[in-house]
Structure formats: C-alpha cells, structure tokens
C-alpha cells in the first residue's frame, strides 16, 4: 500500500489477511490511553484488530515502514530462490 494512503474500510493485508483499517494499525492507537486511542473518540472500539469505521484513523508510519521491508525482505528470498533454481537446473 503506497506510503500517502489510508486504507479503505474493507481492505485485509495481502498476506496475513487481517483487517487493515482497525484500531492496532493506526498512529493514533496508544495503549493506557483512555479507550487506547490518542485521539478524542466518542466511544470505545470492542475489537482493536477489526476493521471500524473511526473517523481519526490514520496508518501508523512504522507500520508502514515494517510492511515495506517485510516486501523487500520476501523479494530478496524470491530472487534467491530463483537464483538456486537457475544455478542447480530446478
């Protein structure tokens, strides 16, 4: 997911398949805080790994920055893979 984009509502990561816009995802989830939020909401969200529909959500920069070298740490292996394959004739 690119970097300057929130995920929509019913969006599920590409390769767990969890809920993207859920409270654990978001810059402003702090646990301790009142209802684990940083922000003034209204009420309590129930479940903190399901997606809502919280208006304050906004994706958690190290999230991101987790996500992106998860990608490039699957990309590197790929390529390895393919390079044993190519070297032993698989």
């Not at 646990?31 to 997606?51: F, L, M, Q, Y």
């Not at 920069?61 to 698989?90: N, V």
Request: net charge negative.
């Amino acid at each position: 997911m690119p970097p300057d984009r929130s995920p929509g509502f019913n969006e599920a990561c590409e390769g767990c398949g969890k809920d993207l816009h859920a409270c654990l995802n978001c810059r402003f989830y702090k646990s301790g805080a009142r209802w684990d939020c940083a922000e003034t909401i209204d009420e309590p969200v129930p479940d903190k790994e399901r997606r809502n529909r919280c208006e304050w959500f906004q994706t958690n920069p190290l999230l991101l920055a987790a996500t992106e070298g998860r990608a490039s740490a699957r990309s590197a292996a790929e390529k390895a893979r393919g390079d044993l394959d190519r070297l032993f004739g698989g």
